[in-house]
């Protein structure tokens, strides 16, 4: 069965960075595109990274030159590196894939205050 599993979280000053990490297991991980959504405390859960298969990117405007989303098929992993995090980017993060059905693992706090 699918599984997808969010570490690295945490809290952490304005301006710092942290790099998230989804392990996934249970599909050919390589053959897939890989997505990090966000979902904020009262707010709707958003798209913030997409990668394809092939290794193409892309984000969210709102991240749009902070944010990295990269992916290690040997490994069977997707990371998110977050710099010059803004209070804003609080909220819990979510891994996905789409097989079928969406699939999502359990969240990762992430948290931005002084």
């Known amino acids: 069965q699918v599984q997808l599993v969010e570490s690295g979280g945490g809290l952490v000053q304005p301006g710092g960075s942290l790099r998230l990490s989804c392990a996934a297991s249970g599909f050919t991980f390589g053959s897939y595109a890989m997505r990090w959504f966000r979902q904020a405390s009262g707010k709707e859960r958003e798209l913030v990274a997409v990668i394809s298969s092939g290794g193409i990117t892309s984000y969210a405007d709102s991240v749009k030159g902070r944010f990295t989303i990269s992916r290690d098929n040997a490994k069977n992993t997707v990371y998110l590196q977050m710099n010059s995090l803004k209070p804003e980017d609080t909220a819990v993060y979510y891994c996905?894939?789409?097989?079928?059905?969406?699939?999502w693992g359990q969240g990762t706090q992430v948290t931005v205050s002084s």
């Open positions: 996905n894939v789409v097989r079928s059905q969406n699939y």
